[in-house]
């Protein structure tokens, strides 16, 4: 998954992009680059690693236009080489590129053996060369017919010395916006709408195939077929903010110390009576008709589906399973229209989930989008949505966005039961909800505690996450926590699949961090301990303050305020967050975009 930027426009064309792509690294920054028009001729500048190092080398005359590359590598090693804007062989063409070309190989053989010459090993030097063949003048034309050939998800941007006035954009299955501002002088086309820059925009979307000629606040539009089309635009008021550390060392902290009042924020107003989500465009007439419930994610977003199922089966007596979106595109699934998808994702741009939503789609299932952004392709393309209102989350690593869709998620089990008169007391489980924010500022005071404790297991390369029942899904998310930040070899199991395995793994060092925060199970967690014990792992304990026989069993514990099953992922989670930041400090690794990582994975 890339970001790609384009600007034509009275500003200087360098500086916007430039900007542009700074809100673009979250979706990836193995390398970036920037290339325009002057004086006839393509000029570009590229490196490799983050934005940082672009702008040091930046060295580019004045641009007539610009387009502009942040990449999280698929086809060819992170390098200079490898790195957009790519050229065709004459230098004529630059192109930009975000998503996979499925057939990329053959078409590069073709092309080599009528005697093109290759510098990278990317797909995307392909299709330039591909659309260098096909150019007769008209740019458009000859992208038109490259696209007859490719298979895959892309979206492009592609410029040629001859027309300095103009971008193409064109894009099938990848997010890609072209804004033209009210004044109609300036016109930014981005991988993200949120990121133009300004205040308001007529917005359109391309999609299958759709191809674009951009000039100065002017678009032009043609379908698959060439074929100029009218497409309707849909004005965006950008609520553009740099973002910002506010004093912490990483984004990451700061996001786990926004928690408190991101909760309090998913909270608010949806409770008068009974639960309410004024955004929601689905009825209670529908959601009666609904028999079961097909909750989808990725990575973070698919542990809170999983807590979503546990939720729905014991608050709302709802049937639902949860699917990872990357299998569930791919299976034969038993779904009708009386089946909601709920499809759970941050940055609403996951390429697994937007895919296998649009899967379920197909069987005429209604789909109910869980997201942390307004402008993002699963809300344009889900029958209904539930923002997180998290604000926006930039560290690659996600904690504020998965504590908000746990309270999504208790939220629309609550509503459903009341719509399916299971007997809970909705307004007693609410009320011991709105306790959580407290709890979370509680532990966040004590995070030098978590730190001390860190600092002991910083040295493990190999960690066993446990838990059951609520804190299996809480496991999960903390041990991703900590592979992905500082990069240890951290797995999960449920606490009762130990003996059927993974036991063979302990010993002194091989730690086995314990999230125990379940009443129903807490004798049974107690002797699954005991058993890690008896193999001399090291123990820490994650658990609520009742469980004082924790003292004897762990070596270290960390006691959380107590609450009912239903609730206790949000506690453990904090510590499981703080234990994953604290260890990746002690380690030195790139906190906020860990190595390999993006934050919004936009290809398979
Ligand atoms: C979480 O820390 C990871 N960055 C990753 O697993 C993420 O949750 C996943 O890629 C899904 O992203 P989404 O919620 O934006 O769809």
Known sequence: MCGIFGYVGKKNPINVC??????????????????GIHNGKIEICKSEGKLANLKKKLDLPMLELAIAHTRWATHGKVNHANAHPLLDASGSIALIHNGIIENYQELKENLIKEGIPFSSETDSEVVVNLIAKFYKGDLAQAIHKALGLLKG???????????PQEIIATAQDCPLSIGCNIDKSESMISSDPNT?????????FLKEKEIARVTSGCVEIFDQHLKSIR?????????????TKNGFEHFMLKEIFEQPSTIRRALLGRFNQG????????????????????????????????????????????????????????????????????????????????????????????????????????VRETSGVIFLRAGPEISVCSTKAFTAQLTVFILLSLYFANLRNTQIDVGAIYKELLTIPAHIEQILERQEEIQKIAKKYAKFDDFI????RYMLPT???SALKLKEISYANANSYAAGELKHGPIALLGPNFPVIAFCANRQTRAKIASNLMEVKARQSPIFAIAPVEFTEMEAIADDVFYVPSTIDPLAPFSSAVVGQLFAYYIAKERGSDIDQPRNLAKSVTVE
């Open 465 to 468: 996450f446990l838990g059951r």
């Open 153 to 163: 998800i892309f979206a492009f941007l592609v410029i040629h010395k001859d027309h």
């Open 196 to 204: 133009f820059q300004g205040d308001s925009y007529d917005i359109f």
């Open 231 to 243: 497409k309707r635009s849909e004005r965006l008021e950008i609520e553009q903010q740099a973002p």
């Open 475 to 477: 496991a999960q998310e």
């Open 275 to 378: 639960i309410f989500f004024e955004e929601l465009q689905l009825s209670n007439v529908f959601f009666k008709s609904i028999e079961n419930l097909w909750i989808l994610g990725c990575g973070t977003s698919s542990h809170a589906g999983v807590l979503g199922t546990y939720l729905m089966e014991d608050l709302a007596r709802f049937p639902s399973s949860v699917e990872i979106a990357s299998e569930a595109r791919y299976r034969n699934p038993i779904l009708s229209k009386k089946t909601l998808v709920i499809a759970v994702s941050q940055s609403g741009e996951t390429a697994d989930l937007l895919a296998a939503t649009r899967e379920a789609q197909k069987y005429g299932c209604k789909t109910l989008g869980i997201c942390n952004v307004k402008n993002s392709t699963l």
């Open 18 to 35: 430039m900007q542009g792509l700074l809100h673009l690294e979250y979706r990836g920054y193995d390398s970036t680059g920037i290339g």
